[in-house]
């Protein structure tokens, strides 16, 4: 059972190129979510899906773009990478929540070091 | 707006002394809250969460209590370890966003633990 797979590990963007970092789950959670981590800041939500099919925005969306077209991917895309997005990626997936039952934290990727020059 | 802060960086204990590690919220509408621990290089890892109806949880060797009337949460690891040195991190989820599993992180506190 692998959880959550992040690739790649690192990666160093020129100014103005594009990419996609992938993210898969093998656990069948509905819930994924891509967090950004920057010295001091903490982790800051990206965007989040409910679903497949179903994707809304999070705290700081502006600059990248999602799909969920399956239950297990959820790739974050970089239109335009700038030097303000260099970070630590994180992808995180959960089970449903279902009122009166117990919710069960994020399981967490082990990141994706962007760097953009 | 909302926001979830930890009152200290960094927190430096002995080996075998108990660590508390402490979390502000401000969002009165906060049902859940979860704890995490990062090591370097590492994403988060779960500890413990509590429910906004509870006041106290206990997992193994690990203690949150959560006081609502001043909003704030904590952490107590008792006889801290060395593979306890990390980040901690305290997330919260609000009841309008119970559906949707949204988290709002606190910015950590590093533990430190010397031998």
């Known amino acids: 059972n692998a959880g959550v797979t992040q690739t790649p590990k690192f990666q160093v963007l020129k100014t103005g190129q594009s990419m996609t970092l992938q993210c898969a789950q093998d656990?069948?959670?509905?819930?994924m979510s891509w967090y950004r981590q920057d010295p001091g800041m903490g982790l800051r939500l990206i965007h989040y899906?409910?679903?497949?099919?179903?994707?809304d925005q999070g705290e700081v969306p502006n600059g990248y773009n999602v799909s969920r077209s399956t239950t297990e991917d959820f790739p974050l895309r970089l239109l335009s990478a700038a030097p303000s997005q260099t970070s630590v990626y994180f992808c995180?997936?959960?089970?449903?929540?279902?009122?009166?039952?117990?919710?069960?934290?994020?399981?967490f990727g082990s990141g994706t070091r962007l760097t953009v020059v | 707006g909302e926001s979830v802060g930890l009152h200290l960086p960094t927190l430096s204990v002995q080996e075998g002394d108990n660590s508390i590690i402490n979390c502000a919220y401000s969002n009165s509408a906060s049902d859940y809250f979860i704890w995490y621990k990062q090591e370097s290089g590492k994403g988060p890892q779960f500890i413990i969460d509590i429910r906004s109806n509870m006041d106290k949880r206990q997992g193994q060797r690990v203690t949150v209590l959560l006081n609502k009337t001043v909003k704030h949460l904590s952490l107590q690891i008792a006889a801290t370890q060395p593979g306890d040195s990390a980040v901690y991190f305290c997330?919260?989820?609000?009841?309008?966003?119970?559906?949707?599993?949204?988290?709002?992180f606190g910015q950590g506190t590093t533990l430190q633990v010397k031998p």
């Open positions: 899906s409910v679903g497949a099919g179903i994707t």
């Open positions: 995180a997936s959960s089970s449903t929540h279902r009122p009166g039952q117990g919710y069960y934290g994020y399981t």
């Open positions: 997330a919260e989820r609000s009841k309008g966003s119970s559906n949707t599993g949204k988290l709002i």
């Open positions: 656990m069948n959670h509905e819930y």
